[in-house]
Structures are given as C-alpha cells and as structure tokens.
C-alpha cells in the first residue's frame, strides 16, 4: 500500500470519527430562573428533583414529555406552574404515596436538592440546589461533594 492510499484511508477514519462526534454530543444541560422558579432545559428527555441526602423524608418528582419531539429544542419547566405536556410522578417514599400530574412542585424549606436530566445511554447533566425557608430553589455557588 503506497502513501497516498494510506492518506485517504487515514483522512477517512478521521471524517467518520468527527462525524461520529458531532452526531453522538447531543446537549443535555439545563439553567434555572430563581426569580421565576423556572428550569430551561435542553432537549428534555427525563428530569429528575430529588432531595440530596434524607430522599424517604421528602417529595422527589420524575418529569417526562408526554410526546416525544421531533425537533431539537429548550423545553420550559415552571415549578409554580407545570405545563400538562409533561408526565409528572410526585414520590413520597416514606408513606408509599406517588400523585399523578401536580400542577406545582413543592419542595421542602431549607433543604438541598439533586437535579439530573438524563439523556440517551449514561449521557446526563446533575446540578445542585438549596431551597431558602419559604421553599423557594436557589442557584448554589459551589457545587457541594455528597460524597466522603
């Protein structure tokens, strides 16, 4: 095999490798409005608000489209309001109680909260949020180990 055939041959590896790439980045992040206790999520999949730490004392919500898009977007997660496009299961582990569709989220005063959005496969976005006394999410400085 002469230089030039190993060229191409390389030069393909390497289109397929960065097509391959862009193709499999599909961008999971999310942010948060305090002000209007609010989650900009992209290309939503399955949320999750969980308590960091005591989770059977607490409220945990698993939030899912209820249709799938076809589109790639940011989809609008109002705490105080929750849109009926998404499937929302409220868990209150202690007492085996699950509520169907809450219209809010209502989380625990003074407490710390996980937030994942899980993406396709082991793709996934976690952030970390305290609630003040009134049981309002607030943005967290540093991102505080659970583990020791």
Same mark, same amino acid.
């Given at each position: 095999m002469n230089s030039k055939n190993r060229q191409a041959i390389k030069n393909r %590896?390497?289109?397929?490798?960065? /097509?391959?790439?862009l193709c499999a980045c599909d961008n999971h992040d999310f942010t948060f409005d305090e002000e209007k206790q609010t989650?900009?999520?992209?290309?939503?999949?399955?949320f999750y608000i969980e308590p960091d730490g005591e989770k059977e004392l607490f409220y945990s919500y698993d939030i899912e489209l209820k249709e799938k898009k076809k589109e790639k977007g940011?989809?609008?997660?109002?705490?105080?309001? %929750?849109?009926?496009?998404?499937? /929302?299961?409220?868990?209150f582990p202690n007492i085996d109680t699950v509520v169907?569709?809450?219209k809010r989220a209502v989380l625990t005063p003074n407490t710390r909260y996980r937030v994942l959005h899980m993406g396709m496969g082991r793709v996934y976005g976690v952030k970390y949020y305290?609630?003040?006394?009134t049981g309002k999410l607030k943005n967290e400085e540093e991102p505080k180990s659970s583990t020791r």
């Open positions: %590896i390497i289109l397929v490798t960065i /097509v391959f790439t989650f900009y999520v992209h290309d939503m999949l399955s940011i989809d609008t997660l109002d705490l105080n309001n %929750i849109s009926s496009k998404y499937q /929302v299961e409220a868990c169907n569709n809450p305290q609630t003040d006394s």
